[in-house]
Structures are given as structure tokens and as C-alpha cells.
């Protein structure tokens, strides 16, 4: 498997994905070699030691670290900074790529050289920056290839695609054995604008638990902070496919109505310098937080503080954060361009583009506790139903089709 | 002998528009009048208008066909403001002298649960409607989705009702057969028309269902199953929707063929024929007591009240629309009191159920919200907005548990 690096290692819904799927994975009948970039250098980190002590440990799991620059959601830009504050060609290991599409090159010719050397009966590769290594893989072994789709060029980008990434990942799912989609949204997508064969990509839905029947944990009335407003919470990446914009602007107009509200906004991005300012423009900066990106606890204790949780994405393949929120008893509105709008009911569910619409169920969750009541309490029941071992039992299922 | 007992129901909410919180003060159209016309042209053309003109060519066709009929008040509201065609084709039926109607609450309301004066000031609003529009006094009763308890059978006698539709809920009558008459416990001996259900709902649900092992249902193989009764009891109680013939199922499932032989089929089979209700009670003595404490309906598998009132957030707007009745009717606001009644139809609480799985797809009958948590913040919005304008006449703020509890919190400006 060619994969990402599990969190709390920075790597968003795409790490949780792979970790989920692995670890549901590594307890079926099956064994696993994953194989992920990771810059020599991290290894020094606090975060790399959680997530060492955090990693489970089976027989059948075996793990394969390529040094790399490359990590999840990276564009050309945000690449070639990478160099300039001196992690390229810092001393650890001085082949890095010059810019993106070099690394991913040479990423590409570890895998393949790694496929020579083990034996393994099926290729699964996780997003573009991957299924170049798989496609490699799968030519020097025969092997059969599964890309797995967790956004698509026109998610990230919010339908102005990269075109050097759309062929990419065009040439990957056109030769692969079969795709998956993380949800009907995806697979949407990727038949309507890819042009591959309905019949070949199938849906597997993210998860967010093992099935350990678990009581709802204790919530944080956010005592700690000394409000007595009421928190609204976006948190994600803050670039164009999560629609922070259309966040602050609902923000704008919930705050006419209703003044004691806080509006936390947790993630980092390419956005975020710009949504300081559009705060600022709108006149909400007071009532508006920036919290930086969150780990592990700090994620699940911004849940918890939340009276509402809202993911306003703009193109959003499945969006695994709703579920973690309903799993910390968070009420939830999610955009109806959404992946996990097929899976989840207990929640609202709204166009990313109606603000006006926004605002009504912000004001009306915060304002009839009822409601948010309600559909926290049944949200739990059914988010402890949605878990990664029916994803992996998918796959599973998938592998063997492959194989026979 | 079996005697068949039809019932259908017609019934359509003035479904409530988009209401969100910039309208609250400002805009006091509650309801969406463009698409409750939508529907109700679809179903006129898809079920009422056909279906009528079938019946009143079997009723000439053959003159021991009856069954009966319960209109809520709204839908005739929307039948003389949008289609009096079709209330045409009604009245037609009706004066043809093979039709049955039955009395209930003019809103279609949850009235009988949360505040009895309401309830019986519904019931009596219905009588009148029609009377005026039919020329018939019903004297039998049926409440809203078949709600029923012990108590309702006490109240509808003491209005004079001879007898009541109720659902022939297992848990009641146990090993007994809803094929004959009961009657209620208490003083009033109200007589009890049971649904059998197994053969109501192998018409209304499951007659296009494929994956049923009688599929395909045939006219005759029904009439089967009905003279099946023979010796184990008079009268088989068919109750459904009016809505089934053309809608729930459409014409290509075969349904309208199924009706249209039906009645002939029943009839192959000596001494069987068809009854209304009050016939039906007439002819035939209660089998034994019916005692139900307990509120059935016809609903879904619990066959309770859980579909309208089963979480707390219908609950929580059922006992708001009905804390302010007081202050509502203190108004003497006619526009007042009509949205407020209006509001009252049981689909507005039908919507808000979050009871999903086996019997989603019925609640998604028409239904304009995407989750029930939609439903409730629309209503409740309304119900802010309808509790300004009752303020505008008090002139003094209302007091109340539901009202405190989900008043906007925020300053607004008042009723413009």
C-alpha cells in the first residue's frame, strides 16, 4: 500500500484515512507493506514520537519509510518554499526534486525499485502523488493496481485544476485496475470529468471508529476560555476547497442578528492570510478566532468547546471532521457537496454557496438548544455504527476480485 | 357472510414555505401556496380525478358497492380555492348515494393529545364543513392518523358519535380477529370498526412491491383472502389512502385495474357485500370490549403516537403550538387563529421524526425539508414570528415553558 503518514503527523483527512483503513486492514487475513514519504528530519520531531508510541503493531503490518519531501494536499507553490527554509538539500538527504513534479519522479523510481525487491499480490496507491508510484509498481511487478481517490484536482482547487495533476491522475485511474472513490460524490466526479467507466470505480466510505462501543465523553461548556458566547467552529484545511469565505460571511450576518457569538476558525492554508483580512474588512475580527492547526486531543477539545460545528466545503470528496464532531457530541452542518452528506443524517445539510440558508440553521441550532440536542444525541448513535472495519471488510472483498 | 368496510382518507397539509429567521417580524405568509398547488394538481390528476370517475362507474355498475370517505377540512379548503373540480367529482359520488362520510378534526390535528377543547372545537369546525359542502351529518368517527385511546372513544360519544375507525393494533386485540365489532369500555359502549391490517396494507403498500411473495396481487386472488373471514367474521375493515389508487401506486403497477375488478370479485362469492361504517355497526353486535388505555394509531410498526410525538423535538413543538392557545384565541385575530390552526396538521410533526430506517420512505411522502431538524427550525421560526404578532395585540410579553425556551434570544425589532 502506498500511503500517507498517519496523524497527528500534519497530513488531514487523507493520514486519518490511511490510518483507519490500515489498522481495520491489518486485522483481517491479510498482510500489509505500506510504504510513506516522510522527510528524514521529522523523525526528530515531538509529533513523529506520538506517533510512534500510537502506531499499532501486528505481525502482518510491515512499514517502509522513503525519505521525501512529499506530503499530502502540497502544490508547486507551497513545494518550492519547502526549499527556501532549507528542509531541500538541508544535509539529511540532498537528492530531493527541484520542484514538485521532480519529487514525485523520484518517489515514483523508490517505489518502483521497492516493488522489485517484495513480493505483495496487490497494489493499492492513495491520491496522484502515489498513483504515480503505483502505476510504476504495477509495471515492473504485473501486479493489480487500486487507486484510491480521496480528492480529485477539481476538489482541491475548487474547479480550477492543475492541468499536469489532472493527467496525472487521469493516466492513473485510466490504468489501473479499478478505482475507488470515497463516496457517490467522488465517483461523480471522477466519471463526469476523468472519463472513466462507471463499472470500474467502486464507492468505499471513510469512517471514523473501530467499533468500540464507547459513551459519549464529557463536554466542555468552554469554561476554560470564560465565554459565555456561543463558539461556532470551522476547522480544516483553509484553502479554497473548504470554503472559509463562505464561513465568515455567514458569520458576518449571524453576528448582526445575534452579537454573542465566537467564531473559531481551527486549520492552517494558503487562505488563511487572506481570511484574516477578510474578517477584518467585514468588521468580525473581534468576534472571530484563528487557532492555528490542531493535533490529536487539541482536535477533539475544540469539538468538545463547540456548541456548533460547520463545514461549509466548497467540493468536499468526503469529510471525515463531521463525524469526528459527532463523535465529541458536536451538532453539525455540512455542505450538501459533500461525500459524507450520503452517509450521515443526523446533522444539517446545506448548499456552501446559500449563506443566507447558513445562518438560519446556525441561528436556529444555537438558539433552540432543542434541535442541537437532538441531533447530537442521535448523531453519536449513528456515527458509532460508521466504522472502518466495513471500509476494509469493501476492500477486502475488492483485493480478492482482484486476485481470483 | 363478509361484509367489506371501506375507508379512505383524503388528505393534503398546507405544507409551510421556507421560513427562515430574516423573516421573522417581517413576512407573515407561512405557508407555501405555489407548491401545495403543485402537489395538489399532481394528485388531483394522478389519483382524485381518476379514481373518482372509476368509483362512479362501479357504483353504476354494481349497486351493493359502498365505502366510505374522511376529508380533512384543509383539503377541502384547497380543493374549492384551487380545484373545485375535484370537489365536484366528490359531491358527485356522494350524491350518488353509495358514499359514507366520516367525521374528524378539520386540521388533520394532534388536537386529541395536548388540549381537549381544541380537539372537540376541531370536531365540530369538520361537522359543519361538511354538512354545508356534502349535506351529510357523519355519526361516525375517525381521528387523525387513527389515533386512539379509551378516553377518545368517551369524548366522541359524549359528542354523539355512534361509532369510531380504529387500528387493529396486535397488542390490543391480542388473539382476536379485527373482523367484527367491538365496542369501549367506559359508559358509552362507542362502537369500534378494527382496520385489518394485513389486507389494508396488501393493497396500500405492498401490492407493487416485487419482493412480496404474493406478488402479483389479482382482484380475485384478493376476494380470496377476504371471504377467507367466512365464519371467522362479519366485516372486513379495508383503510387507506384515498392517495393509494394512482399515487402510492401508480397506474402502471396495475392498481386501477385491481379496484376496477375488485368489487365484482368479492361479490362471486354468495352473501359477501360491502357496508359503510354506520351500517356496519348497525347490523352487526360487538363481539366484546376493546380496551385501549393506551394511544394506538396506525402508524408505522410501533403503531403509536412516535411518528408525530416521538422525540423531543416534536414533542417540544407540539407543546409549544398548543401552550398559546389561549392567547391565540384571546386575539380574535382571524388570520391569527387560522395559521395557528393550520400549523396544527399532523404532517408538520411527521416531518420533524427522526425514526428512520424501515419506514423512511413513507416520511418522505411530499416531504419539503431535507432532515427533520430542518422541519423544526422552519416551524419554530413561525412560530416566533406568529408569537410577535399575537404581542402586537396583547400589548404585553407571553409567559410560558415552550415559549421562554425558544423565544429568539436576541433583540429584533417587533412586528412591522
Known amino acids: 500500500m502506498l500511503g500517507w503518514e498517519f496523524p497527528p503527523y500534519k497530513s488531514g483527512g487523507l493520514g486519518t484515512a490511511c490510518y483507519g483503513l490500515t489498522k481495520a486492514l491489518s486485522k483481517k487475513d491479510i498482510d500489509i507493506l505500506f510504504v510513506i514519504p516522510r522527510a528524514p528530519f521529522e523523525i526528530k520531531s515531538e509529533y513523529v514520537n506520538l506517533i510512534l508510541a500510537d502506531r499499532f503493531i501486528t505481525p502482518n503490518f510491515r512499514e517502509i519509510k522513503v525519505a521525501s519531501n512529499l506530503t499530502p494536499y502540497l502544490n508547486f ?129 471513510n469512517a471514523v471508529n473501530f467499533g468500540e462501543g464507547k459513551e459519549l465523553e464529557q463536554r466542555d461548556d468552554h469554561v476554560n476560555l470564560k465565554w459565555t458566547d456561543k463558539v461556532v467552529l470551522f476547522l480544516g484545511r483553509i484553502t479554497i476547497q473548504k470554503g472559509p469565505g463562505y464561513f465568515l460571511e455567514a458569520a458576518k450576518k449571524v453576528l448582526e442578528i445575534d452579537p454573542n457569538v465566537k467564531f473559531v476558525i481551527a486549520g492552517s492554508g494558503d487562505l488563511m492570510p487572506s481570511m484574516v483580512e477578510k474578517a477584518a474588512q467585514l468588521g468580525i475580527s473581534k468576534n472571530v478566532i484563528f487557532s492555528g492547526f490542531l493535533r490529536g486531543k487539541e482536535v477533539d477539545a475544540a469539538f468538545k468547546m463547540a456548541d456548533l460545528y460547520v463545514m461549509p466545503s466548497v467540493s468536499e470528496p468526503f469529510g471525515i471532521s463531521p463525524l469526528e464532531a459527532m463523535k465529541n457530541g458536536t451538532p453539525v452542518i455540512i455542505s450538501k457537496q459533500s461525500g459524507v452528506s450520503e452517509v450521515v443524517k443526523n446533522c444539517l445539510k446545506v448548499d456552501f454557496w446559500d449563506v443566507d440558508e447558513m445562518v438560519n440553521m446556525i441561528i436556529g441550532v444555537l438558539n433552540y438548544k432543542k434541535v442541537g440536542e437532538e441531533m447530537s444525541k442521535l448523531a453519536f448513535k449513528e456515527v458509532m455504527g460508521i466504522t472502518w472495519n466495513d471500509s476494509a471488510n469493501k476492500l477486502v472483498k475488492l483485493y480478492r476480485e482482484l486476485m481470483s | 357472510m363478509v361484509s367489506v368496510c371501506f375507508y379512505f382518507q383524503v388528505h393534503q397539509p398546507n405544507r409551510a414555505r421556507k421560513y427562515r429567521i430574516f423573516d421573522i ?40 358497492f359502498k365505502v366510505s370517505f374522511s376529508f380533512s377540512g384543509v383539503v377541502l379548503e384547497q380543493f374549492e380555492a384551487l380545484h373545485p373540480e375535484v370537489l365536484d367529482s366528490f359531491k358527485a359520488l356522494v350524491k350518488s348515494g353509495h358514499v ?125 383472502w377476504v371471504n377467507k373471514a367466512n365464519g371467522n367474521g362479519n366485516v372486513v375493515n379495508l383503510f387507506m389512502d384515498y392517495e393509494t389508487f394512482g399515487e402510492h401506486q401508480w397506474p402502471e403497477t396495475g392498481i386501477f385495474e385491481f379496484l376496477e375488478h375488485l368489487p365484482e370479485e368479492i361479490l362471486k362469492f354468495e352473501d359477501n357485500d360491502f357496508v359503510t361504517p354506520s351500517e356496519a355497526i348497525a347490523r352487526y353486535k360487538p363481539l366484546g370490549v376493546f380496551n385501549s388505555p393506551e394511544i394506538i394509531s396506525w402508524a408505522d410498526v410501533e403503531r403509536d403516537a412516535s411518528a408525530w410525538v416521538g422525540n423531543d423535538i416534536q414533542k417540544a413543538a407540539a407543546e409549544y403550538i398548543y401552550e398559546i392557545r389561549n392567547e391565540v384565541l384571546k386575539t380574535k385575530d382571524a388570520g391569527i387563529i387560522e395559521d395557528w390552526r393550520k400549523l396544527q396538521t399532523s404532517d408538520h410533526f411527521y416531518y420533524m421524526c427522526t425514526k428512520w430506517f424501515n419506514d423512511g420512505d413513507v416520511h418522505k411522502y411530499f416531504n419539503p425539508y431535507d432532515t427533520p431538524y430542518d422541519a423544526f427550525i422552519n416551524f419554530m421560526n413561525i412560530l416566533n414570528d ?31
Not at chain 1, 496522484?128 to 504485473?142: D, N, P, Q, R
Not at chain 2, 379509551?150 to 359524549?158: H, R, S, V
Not at chain 2, 404581542?391 to 429584533?412: D, H, M, N, T, V
Request: charged share 30%; net charge positive.
Open chain 1, 77 to 205: 507553490e507551497q513545494y518550492s518554499k519547502l526549499g527556501s527554509i532549507g528542509q531541500v538539500g538541508s544535509g539529511f538527504e540532498p537528492n530531493y526534486g527541484r520542484n514538485l513534479m521532480e519529487e514525485v519522479e523520484r518517489y515514483t523510481e523508490l517505489a518502483r525499485a521497492i516493488a522489485m525487491k517484495f513480493k505483495f499480490d496487490v497494489i493499492h496507491a492513495h491520491d496522484w502523488m502515489c498513483a504515480k508510484a503505483g502505476l510504476a509498481a504495477k509495471e515492473v511487478s504485473g501486479k493489480p493496481l487500486v487507486v484510491q481517490i480521496h480528492a480529485t484536482e477539481f476538489d482541491r482547487t475548487a474547479g480550477f485544476p492543475n492541468q499536469i495533476i489532472y493527467d496525472i491522475e487521469k493516466e492513473a485511474m485510466s490504468r489501473a485496475d479499478k478505482v475507488v472513490a470515497v463516496s457517490n460524490f467522488t465517483k461523480g466526479m471522477i466519471v463526469r470529468h476523468y472519463g472513466i467507466p462507471d463499472e470500474k470505480v467502486k464507492v468505499v466510505y
Open chain 2, 386 to 416: 406568529l408569537l410577535l404578532r399575537i404581542e402586537a395585540i396583547s400589548k404585553k410579553p407571553l409567559k410560558g415553558k415552550k415559549i421562554e425556551e425558544f423565544r429568539l434570544k436576541f433583540k429584533r425589532e417587533a412586528n412591522g
Open chain 2, 100 to 224: 359514507e362520510l366520516i367525521s374528524e378534526t378539520y386540521y388533520h390535528s394532534l388536537a386529541f393529545l395536548f388540549s381537549k377543547p381544541e380537539f372537540v372545537a376541531q370536531v365540530k369546525q369538520h361537522q359543519n364543513k361538511i354538512k354545508r359542502l356534502f349535506g351529510q351529518t357523519p355519526s361516525v368517527f375517525r381521528n387523525t392518523e387513527l389515533i386512539y385511546n379509551n378516553e377518545l372513544a368517551e369524548m366522541i360519544g359524549d359528542l354523539g358519535y355512534r361509532g369510531i375507525l380504529a387500528e387493529g393494533a396486535d397488542k390490543i386485540l391480542g388473539w382476536r380477529s379485527p373482523n367484527f365489532i367491538y365496542s369501549s369500555p367506559g359508559k358509552n359502549k362507542v362502537k369500534l370498526l378494527l382496520k385489518n391490517y394485513r389486507l389494508s396494507d396488501d393493497i396500500a403498500f405492498r401490492f407493487s412491491n416485487h419482493d412480496w411473495g404474493e406478488f402479483p396481487l389479482t382482484a380475485p386472488k384478493f376476494a380470496r
Open chain 2, 25 to 64: 417580524g417581517k413576512n407573515h405568509d407561512y405557508f407555501d401556496a405555489r407548491g401545495n398547488k403543485e402537489i395538489l394538481e399532481r394528485v388531483a390528476q394522478k389519483c382524485y380525478l381518476p379514481t373518482n370517475r372509476l368509483m362512479l362507474d362501479l357504483f353504476k355498475r354494481h349497486p351493493e
